[in-house]
């Protein structure tokens, strides 16, 4: 591997623990906001890595997308522990939904900062220089990336239990009772979406339209 090759790959890897860690803080800390100290309580607001380590989100998915040579990396970390009951007692469903949305706000706002900095450290002059252009551009896609992931109406996605959240608070007791009954399949539901290459277009289609809205033309 030469000295580029290894420069890409630690750049993608920080790039990816500022996306995934970030998402995962921003939901125990809004969720701390509301009266929730679950994730406080048991470390998981810290910005250390190693408490965030999921071993299939954070290392072997994002892994074999490199291996595959795939068009971008994603994945996940360990979920941040929330009592949504806390929150929804102290700040109702809205609370709720604040909670679901914080890791997507979060990566939408690392994107947009990102992508507005990235035109700064080009055309890199040196190999420190490349790093941290590289961190910059990995980070406007995969936050992008992920954000967008995230907000998919499937079980357990963030987007799925925004709208679980909203159809509660309007007593939509049907459409809730519904996710529950599809809640323990959306791990296969959701392996069927991205390995039918027509349906993980169509559900990433928003990754394009993101980028150009916030990339400099």
């Known amino acids: 591997m030469s000295e580029v090759d290894i420069i890409k790959v630690v750049a993608s890897i920080v ?3 500022i996306a995934i860690v970030g998402h995962e803080i921003m939901h125990g800390y809004i969720a701390y ?3 929730d100290n679950t994730a406080k309580m048991q470390g998981r607001l810290s910005i250390n890595p190693i408490k965030h380590i999921d ?3 954070t290392i072997l998915v994002p892994s074999m997308l490199y291996i595959v040579n795939a068009p971008f990396l994603f994945g996940w970390a360990k979920p941040v522990p929330v009592n949504i009951h806390t929150v929804i007692k102290n700040g109702g469903y809205n609370a709720a939904i604040a909670v679901a949305l914080a890791g997507i706000t979060y990566n939408l706002i690392i994107a947009t900062i990102m992508a507005t900095i990235l035109p700064l450290f080009y055309p890199p002059t040196s190999l420190i220089g490349a790093f941290f252009y590289l961190v910059i ?6 936050n992008v990336v992920l954000a967008v992931f995230n907000l998919w109406p499937i079980p357990p996605l963030d987007g799925s239990q925004a709208l679980n959240y909203f159809a509660a608070k309007h007593k939509w007791y049907g459409f809730v009772s519904f996710y529950e009954k599809i809640y323990p399949y959306g791990m296969i539901i959701l392996i069927t979406v991205l390995f039918i290459q027509p349906l ?4 990433f289609m928003p990754v394009n339209w993101i980028l150009n809205l916030i990339l400099p033309s």
Do not use: E
Not at 137 to 142: C, P
Not at 200 to 203: K, T
């Open 15 to 17: 790039a990816l623990i």
């Open 200 to 203: 993980a277009n169509l559900f």
């Open 55 to 57: 071993l299939v989100g």
């Open 33 to 35: 906001k509301y009266g």
């Open 137 to 142: 551009a990995q980070s406007v896609m995969i």
